[in-house]
C-alpha cells in the first residue's frame, strides 16, 4: 500500500513540474510584439540587459505585474503597457514595424519606451503610424536594447486606463492560465484525493 501511494505522490508531482515548464515556455515576453519585414528581432528579456539595478528591477517589475509604465518613466501618465519588456534586437536605428497582439481599435498614442543605457533612463519613441486593423505600427530610428509597447487605452466609457501587466498569463496556443495558484491547487486537490484513498483502503 505504502509502494503505491508513494508512486501516486510521486506522479502529482511530475505532473506539476511538467506543467509549470510547459507552461513558463509558452509564456515567453516577445509573443505580444514581433518585427515585421526586416531582419531585426525581438526577444525576451528578464532584466539581464540592463546592469543599473535600479532599472533592472523595474524592467522585473513590469514583467512579474508589480510596477507600471509610469515607474519607467513618468511623462508616459495615462499609459498601458501593451506588451512585456522585450529586447530589440539587430535594428541598429533603422525604422522598424512591430506585430503588437494587444493593439485593439481603443488604443491611441502607441509609443515604445526604450532603455538607453547611457542616460540611464527610459526614452520614449511615438510611432510615425499605426494600422489598428492588423495590428501594426512603424517607428523610426529604433535603437537596439530593452523594450516595452505603451499606448493610450480607452475604457468603454471613453476613458483612458492605466494598468499593470498582468503575472497570470494566457498560453498563446492553448489560453490555458500560467499562474503558480492553479499549480498549487491542481497539486493539493490531488494530495487531497491520494490520503481518502489510503484512508479508505485502511478501513477495509
Known amino acids: 500500500m505504502k509502494k503505491k501511494l508513494m508512486a501516486l505522490l510521486t ?13 513558463a515556455a509558452s509564456s515567453v515576453a516577445a509573443d505580444d510584439v514581433k518585427v515585421v519585414g526586416s ?19 523595474l524592467a522585473q517589475g513590469i514583467n512579474n505585474g508589480t510596477k507600471t509604465v509610469q515607474d519607467l518613466n513618468s511623462s508616459v501618465s495615462g ?15 533603422a525604422n522598424v514595424t512591430l506585430s503588437i497582439s494587444n493593439l485593439t ?13 547611457a ?8 510611432a510615425s503610424s499605426v494600422d489598428l486593423a492588423n495590428k501594426t505600427a512603424t517607428f523610426s530610428g529604433l535603437p537596439d536594447g530593452p523594450m516595452v509597447v505603451i499606448a493610450d487605452v480607452a475604457s468603454a466609457s471613453g476613458t483612458t486606463t492605466k494598468t499593470t501587466t498582468s503575472t497570470t498569463t494566457s498560453s498563446p496556443k492553448t489560453g490555458v492560465e500560467s ?3 492553479v ?22
Open 11 to 23: 506522479a502529482v508531482v511530475l505532473v506539476v513540474a511538467t506543467s509549470a515548464s510547459v507552461f
Open 79 to 93: 499609459a498601458t503597457a501593451l506588451s512585456k519588456v522585450v529586447y530589440l534586437s539587430g535594428n541598429n536605428g
Open 105 to 117: 481599435s481603443s488604443c491611441s498614442n502607441v509609443r515604445v519606451m526604450i532603455y538607453d543605457a
Open 39 to 57: 531582419d531585426a528581432k525581438v526577444v525576451q528579456e528578464d532584466g539581464s540587459d540592463i546592469a543599473d539595478a535600479t532599472n533592472k528591477a
Open 119 to 126: 542616460s540611464n533612463t527610459w526614452k520614449v519613441y511615438t
Open 183 to 204: 499549480l498549487f491547487a491542481a497539486a493539493i486537490a490531488a494530495l487531497g484525493a491520494a490520503a481518502v484513498v489510503s484512508f479508505k483502503k485502511k478501513r477495509v
Open 179 to 181: 499562474s503558480s495558484t
